[in-house]
């Protein structure tokens, strides 16, 4: 029977009320009194020098508030970023300054040269367009392999090159692998691109800066994730407002999918032009804006060995990627393809000797940071399809061959410095292989050839990682920040509790399932629990959501919060019981003394604390409210097997996806409708990816899927009925819950089972090509098939 | 966008006197236009909405036994109304989504001609006739090339007139982000000869592929297709595809839309 309430029920998610309903309370509806309104003049060449900005036709325009340049700026911080990785050579990497608003030079299509406050947006464009800007091009710097070669122009005339940092994992390692590449049986090469792509929130990004002359009060409301983390690193790095002046409000955010983490020059601008103006400044990012300014993903360039035994056994991996930085460091940039990427290519086998090269990149292009999966589907992608590849090579059953160098025991310490706790890949590829109906295969592949189609079958599993921790470690690795998460529980007189967490729900549903947990714990209705997340002025500090973290990280603070509040409950309910504290126990909503008919309710007990009148006042505080701050001792590890089939037609090269099935882990789950939809959008983002989504700049720098007509989002009709199943689960071993995570799953998973198909769909034709690059476009098919 | 003003005009003739205003525009169902203000790509002083001439409103059938359809009749109406041409139906149902389908119309279209856009296919592969406030212009000397028309300042397309074929079909490959064609073929069979009309391709917009037209005018039937190509180097070439695939694709089109037609 499935349960109707708390952990392990699927829940409504009672958020979507609201959202679907029109009542959502999103940035753009916050309007301050008086607020005028900026426009970020941008620029339109990705390399130049800005030899002036001329604002005096501007100035006097109508409505026109004031008007700010890079120079307003020289004395601002640079925008900051969080992780520095230390390169092979034990050389930290070079972090080029990144200025609110250009100064000296441009250096991506779209970077802010210029704002204009003003009464109204339209008098604010009216005024961008009469500034006069002197600028001098530059040749632009696109392509990673020429950005690093010697004579390219460089990004940051004040580094040395365009290398942001060449780095090698394991370095001690390197020389044993190299040997085991001379000894191999096989060895399978692979070169690939992993594209570039625009997150696209259904919600661009908005801010507004507001200030209190009184009181010399700072607001910021913005759209993100992680509120206290952009709190901190403009108030400390950019601006220079300490915490305690500065509020930073998230509240609804129409989607984030990483984009949404960072930090960007629109939230530090409003934030201080509010204060220069003495009025609130709004920013709100029309869609252009958005595919030339929010962060972009993936973009590595990669080459990817395997060595094999005669027996098929892996007996090495190395790997050389270039990963695109854009022009600027963006908050988590350089972790994603080092500690987020190198650390998962052991992936599902016991590969036993691995070496990652990445270098990263100076372009003139857009910053790239993490996206939905980050670092993981770019591992995961290129793994998946190289042991496709091998298999093909020596004729063997790609399933079979995966199957064979599984890793079968758990705890396992792979040789990129990651220890497995639990995983189970056996269990979830025999799943998956029975949803998949791999033995209908044949018969649906000839009714597809009688209509002129090829059909294609393909599989992959998938690791990943969530929860990054602990801050000791990532402390040693280059985060600049803390990888906890925080949680106040605060229980009111009659019961109802308001737990205050610092994670960030951004369509997640954290609302639901966080207060299935809570009402679990306690043996009340889920109605009785309320979620505050998304302001720095109610909830403690938290570093939010991304990395699949909250309910493995935030969810564990709140458990551990929300234990203390037991305990202190229990203490004050045996008090009232006049038994000892160990006899008494919590069970649906009542203390009771265990063996008897003596109990007292969960609200008589919850009074007393704030009519403390019966109370044990000398032994306990009155009140009902703790804090607890979670520091996971290791990451989670979801895993999976994903197996797709398409149809192509041989004529256009068009792909559809006629099945998708997904057996994934992540543990014990506490809401399975939630978890499904994660894996939905997952699964949607991660076949646009591989299907449709492309972002492209040309060789002069600029970008030419600008919008919705030439970049290509996945659409319902683009996508099939999915096959999800999240029924193997081997709990987490280090966190109370028992829980991975989910909400990247999707995407890391099925890039590589949708090409994998899409290759044999054409094998089947008689065309092997041995690759095709994503996005898999009919154009790409069709030159593949005629080659 | 910029500030303009707005006309209303609920008649033809009051609506060429506000095209007579300076730096006038005429605006239909406003899906292409009002994207372009919004870019501030486009800066009429006065736009002459034809939202509210009934006399450019509907679908109908004339003495000829020609389907005609006001120039500001929705792709919406077209589609649920021009029952006795399925093919155009069809056309103007798959345009773009709901929302486009129920302000777009039929004379922004073919004024605007963009060289993926359906219409023109149509309209061209029907042999249809473009009636303007001031006189008709036959579809073959109509679409001038990309973005270009017969139309002259301040003209009007009041009405397209469409003869009825034999059968027809309209086949279009989409182009993965917009949704318009990469390349889409209208083939229309007359008593008299077959019509053929590719759009999303070349780099002149919406043209007829005679070779095409004379080989299925002896043989309607897609094998008469069989060995006829067109050339890649004048047709379209971008992140969607190169000319080569677009010459490609309208041989696949012209098939399948006259297998589809017969
Ligand atoms: C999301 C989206 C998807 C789309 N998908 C497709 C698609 O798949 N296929 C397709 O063909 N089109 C597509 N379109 C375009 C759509 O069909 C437009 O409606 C059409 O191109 C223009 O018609 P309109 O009535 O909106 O014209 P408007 O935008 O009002 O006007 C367009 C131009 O024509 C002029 N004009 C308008 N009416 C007249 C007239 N009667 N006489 C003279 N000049 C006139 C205007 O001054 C303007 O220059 C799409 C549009 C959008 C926004």
């Known amino acids: ?787 | 966008m910029y500030n303009f003003d707005v006309e209303m005009p609920t008649s033809i003739a009051d609506a060429v006197k506000a095209l007579g205003r300076e730096e006038a525009q005429p605006m239909s169902g406003g899906q292409t236009l009002i994207p372009t203000l919004k870019a501030r790509l486009a800066a009429p002083s006065v736009l002459v909405s034809l939202h509210s001439i009934p006399e450019m409103k509907g679908v109908c059938k004339n003495d000829a036994g020609d389907i005609c359809i006001g120039g500001a009749t929705t792709h919406a109406t077209v589609a649920a109304e021009a029952v006795d041409y399925p093919a155009l139906a069809s056309l103007a149902a798959r345009i773009g989504d709901p929302a486009v389908r129920n302000r777009g119309t039929i004379g922004g279209s073919v004024a605007n001609n963009d060289p993926s856009a359906c219409y023109p296919a149509g309209v061209l592969g029907s042999g249809a006739t473009i009636v303007t406030n001031n006189r008709e212009i036959a579809a073959d000397d109509y679409f001038l090339g990309m973005f270009e028309t017969a139309l002259e300042e301040g003209e009007i397309v009041t009405e397209v007139k469409f003869p009825i074929p034999e059968v027809a079909h309209y086949e279009k490959h989409l182009q993965p982000a917009s949704r318009f064609p990469l390349v889409a073929v209208f083939v229309a069979k007359f008593a008299d000869g077959v019509r053929v009309a590719i759009t999303g391709a070349s780099e002149n917009g919406v043209f007829r592929w005679t070779e095409a037209e004379n080989a299925l005018s002896g043989n309607f039937s897609a094998s008469a297709l069989d060995g006829l190509s067109l050339s890649g180097d004048k047709m379209i070439s971008d992140l969607h595809g190169s000319g080569k695939y677009r010459a490609h694709l309208c041989g696949v089109m012209a098939k399948r839309a006259v297998a589809a037609a017969s």
Request: glycine residues 10%; hydrophobic residues 40%; charged residues 20%.
């Open chain 1, 1 to 787: 029977m499935p349960k109707d309430h708390g952990i392990g029920a699927s829940s409504k998610r009672r958020e979507d009320v609201r959202f679907l309903t029109g009542e959502g309370n999103y940035t753009d509806d916050i309007n301050v009194n008086g607020q005028a309104y900026v426009y970020f003049l941008r620029s339109d060449i990705a390399h130049g020098t800005l030899n002036s900005v001329d604002t005096s036709a501007a100035d006097g325009m109508e409505g026109v508030v004031k008007i700010f340049t890079g120079a307003d700026f020289e004395a601002v911080g640079s925008v900051p970023c969080g992780w520095q990785v230390t390169d092979k050579h034990g050389e930290v990497m070079q972090e080029p300054r990144h200025p609110v608003l250009a100064h000296g030079k441009v250096r991506h299509v779209g970077e802010p040269i210029a704002a204009v406050v003003a009464e109204t947006l339209e008098q604010a464009r009216d005024a961008a367009e009469a500034i006069v800007l002197d600028i001098t091009h530059l040749p632009a710097v696109v392509d990673m392999k020429e950005a690093v070669k010697e004579g390219a122009p460089k990004v940051h005339d004040d580094l040395t090159s365009n290398l942001c940092y060449d780095w090698g994992f394991v370095e001690e390692n390197k020389a044993a692998v190299d040997a085991a590449f001379e000894e191999a049986h096989h060895v399978t090469t692979l070169e690939l691109v992993n594209n570039r792509l625009v997150a696209n929130p259904m919600e661009p990004r908005v801010a507004v800066g507001d200030f209190a002359r009184g009181t010399g009060d700072h607001t910021l409301y913005t759209t993100s994730q992680n509120p206290h983390v952009i709190r901190l690193l403009m108030g400390a790095f950019v601006l220079g407002i300490p915490e305690h002046k500065l509020r930073v409000v998230a509240p609804d955010v129409g989607g984030g999918f990483g984009t949404k983490i960072f930090h960007y020059q629109e939230e530090a601008f409003v934030t201080y032009a509010a204060k220069v103006c003495n009025r609130a400044v709004k920013w709100t990012s029309s869609r252009s804006e958005a595919f030339m300014s929010d962060a972009h993903g993936r973009d590595h360039v990669t080459k990817i060995q395997l060595a094999l035994d005669k027996d098929n056994n892996f007996t090495a991996l190395r790997t050389d990627t270039y990963a695109n930085m854009g022009a600027y460091l963006s908050t988590f940039a350089p972790s994603v393809p080092t500690w987020l990427h190198g650390t998962l290519m052991a992936g599902n086998y016991k590969t036993p000797l691995i070496y990652v090269n990445v270098k990263a990149v100076f372009t003139n292009t857009v910053p790239v940071d993490a996206y939905r999966g980050a670092g993981r589907p770019e591992a995961t992608y290129q793994l998946e399809r190289l042991v496709d590849k091998a298999a093909h090579e020596l004729k063997v059953d790609p399933i079979k061959l995966r199957r064979q160098n599984f890793i079968m025991e758990f705890p396992y310490a792979t040789p990129v410095a990651v220890e497995y706790d639990t995983g189970d890949y056996v269990a979830t590829m025999d799943k998956l292989e029975e949803m998949a109906d791999i033995a209908g295969f044949k018969k649906r592949r000839e009714d597809s050839e009688a209509k002129g189609k090829l059909r294609g079958f393909g599989v992959n599993c998938y690791i990943e990682a969530c929860g990054i921790a602990p801050s000791n470690l990532v402390g040693q690795l280059g985060a600049r920040a803390g990888l906890f998460e925080s949680c106040t529980v605060r229980v009111n007189a009659t019961g109802g509790l308001v737990v205050m967490t610092g994670s960030h729900s951004h369509g997640q549903g954290h609302e639901t399932s966080f207060a299935q947990v809570v009402a679990d714990m306690i043996g009340i209705p889920e109605d009785m629990v309320e979620i505050v997340h998304g302001d720095t002025a109610n909830t403690p500090m938290g570093m939010g959501t991304y990395g699949s973290r909250s309910l493995a990280v935030g969810g564990s603070a709140m458990v551990k919060a929300t234990e203390k509040i037991i305990a202190k409950a229990t203490k004050i309910a045996s008090h009232l019981l006049e038994a000892s504290e160990g006899d008494v126990e919590l069970k649906d909503g009542a203390f009771t003394v265990a063996g008897t008919d003596k109990s007292v309710a969960w609200g008589d007990v919850t009074l007393a604390a704030y009519v403390p009148h019966n109370y044990p006042l000398e032994e306990i505080e009155p009140g009902l409210e703790e804090t607890a701050f979670y520091d996971p001792s290791n990451f989670t590890y979801p895993s999976g097997a994903y197996a797709c089939e398409v149809e192509l037609d041989p004529e256009t090269g068009q792909v559809t996806v006629e099945r998708f099935s997904a057996a994934d882990d992540f543990g014990n789950i506490v809401n399975p409708m939630i978890v499904t939809g994660q894996v939905h959008g997952g699964l949607a983002q991660g076949i646009g990816q591989a299907l449709l989504e492309n972002c492209a700049y040309d060789s002069d720098g600029q970008l030419l899927s600008a919008s919705y007509m030439d970049y290509a989002m996945p659409r319902a009709s683009d996508l099939p009925f999915y096959d999800v199943d999240h029924s193997c689960q081997t709990p987490c071993t280090h966190n109370p819950l028992g829980v991975k995570g989910c909400g990247e799953a999707g995407a890391i998973g099925s890039p590589p089972a949708v090409v994998n198909a899409v290759l044999d769909a054409m094998r089947s034709g008689g065309k092997d090509v041995g690759h095709i690059d994503m996005p898999v476009s009919p154009h790409r098919v069709w030159e593949a098939m005629n080659s």
